[in-house]
């Protein structure tokens, strides 16, 4: 069964069987009740010509009907007519209300659970993997008596699976706290040195990514959560990288203006669609088909982003690059350290 694929498709059709069965039936009962309506007024008409008849007061037919007994008689019949279309509309109208909220509704859980399974299915890929790496590591470097510089060799590879994990539990943590009592810890933080440091990073981390970084001005000390915002920056940065066609091209750019400190992150990647923009937030969410995706990830990186900006007072926007690929925009208010 696909990951995407809704695990019990028989309640869709016993769902709109039940409301297509409601429909009928409540049709059904409308119309009897609007046949009966009418054949109580026929009688009553009738009832109400014989005993004129009998007093002697039946003229014709054109001078009974503007009496005012069949008058009153008439306009009980057409309010008791109006009622029933009235009801009927606003049953109607409310139960498709009533099935239209059900079906988001039912379709919210169903993304969700999907969500969910994928979640656990990424997560525990990601765990195992950095695992199995370090054992093997230690494996080789216990039973063999390697040379100096394959245990060198090996052993930052162990180190680099290492702090994989590392970041993986802090990822899952963070995203535990941001949902409950995250605040974040405000210190003097001095993005010249701090965005230089990320991209550096991520160079080291992907040789083969080519990074373009630009601090236009002087960018003054800003007050806010380091960790945050460099975990923020890191996740951006590593989505640029993974979401990129052949040789990862990325430019970040810093300025200040307005009290604002903007961040851009551009690539030259796959890009985003535009009916994907909105959930790309989303936790647990990630772009595109779950049954063709190469890239590795668990769906936490842009939520932890998104909600870090948030607890700061700062937002963050997407949009298309040119000619191809994503461009991020950070915005946070400059609050000066001291």
């Not at 990951?3 to 049709?27: E, H, M």
């Not at 019949?77 to 988001?104: C, D, K, P």
């Not at 605040?183 to 990320?198: A, G, R």
């Not at 851009?264 to 088909?289: L, M, T």
């Amino acid at each position: 069964m696909s990951p995407n694929s809704d695990p019990t498709p028989w309640w869709r059709g016993l769902y709109f069987l039940v409301i297509a069965y409601l429909i009928l039936g409540f049709t059904w009962w409308a119309v009897l009740l609007y046949n009966k309506n009418r054949d109580a007024f026929q009688a009553k008409t009738e009832l109400l010509r014989l005993r004129m008849e009998a007093d002697g007061t039946y003229q014709n037919e054109e001078l009974f009907q503007r009496t005012a007994a069949f008058l009153i008689l008439k306009n009980k019949y057409r309010h008791q007519v109006t009622m029933i279309y009235g009801e009927s509309a606003v049953f109607v109208l409310t139960l498709l209300v009533s099935v239209m909220l059900l079906n988001r509704g039912y379709q919210k859980e169903m993304r969700a659970a999907r969500q969910r399974r994928n979640f656990l299915l990424s997560i525990t890929h990601e765990l195992k993997s950095p695992l199995a790496s370090i054992k093997l590591v230690l494996e080789t470097m216990l039973k063999r008596q390697l040379p100096p510089e394959q245990v060198q060799y090996i052993g930052k590879r162990a180190l680099r699976e290492t702090e994989r994990l590392h970041r993986l539990v802090n990822d899952l943590l963070l995203s535990a706290k941001l949902e409950t009592a995250y605040q974040p810890f405000l210190e003097p933080v001095n993005l010249s040195l701090l965005v230089p440091e990320i991209v550096e990073s991520i160079r080291e981390k992907y040789p083969e990514a080519g990074l373009q970084l630009s601090i236009q001005g002087e960018i003054t000390v800003w007050q806010g959560d380091r960790d945050g915002l460099y975990s923020v920056l890191l996740n951006l940065l590593e989505n640029a990288v993974k979401y990129s066609d052949g040789k990862p091209e990325i430019e970040v750019a810093v300025q200040e203006s307005n009290q604002l400190v903007r961040i851009e992150v551009a690539d030259q990647g796959i890009g985003i669609a535009d009916r994907e923009k909105p959930r790309i937030f989303d936790k647990f969410y990630r772009v595109g088909n779950e049954d063709t995706r190469k890239t590795k990830g668990t769906g936490l990186g842009l939520f932890i982003v998104r909600q870090v900006l948030l607890a700061h007072g700062g937002r963050i926007a997407v949009s298309d690059n040119q000619p191809k690929g994503s461009v991020f925009v950070i915005e946070l208010p400059n609050k000066p350290g001291h």
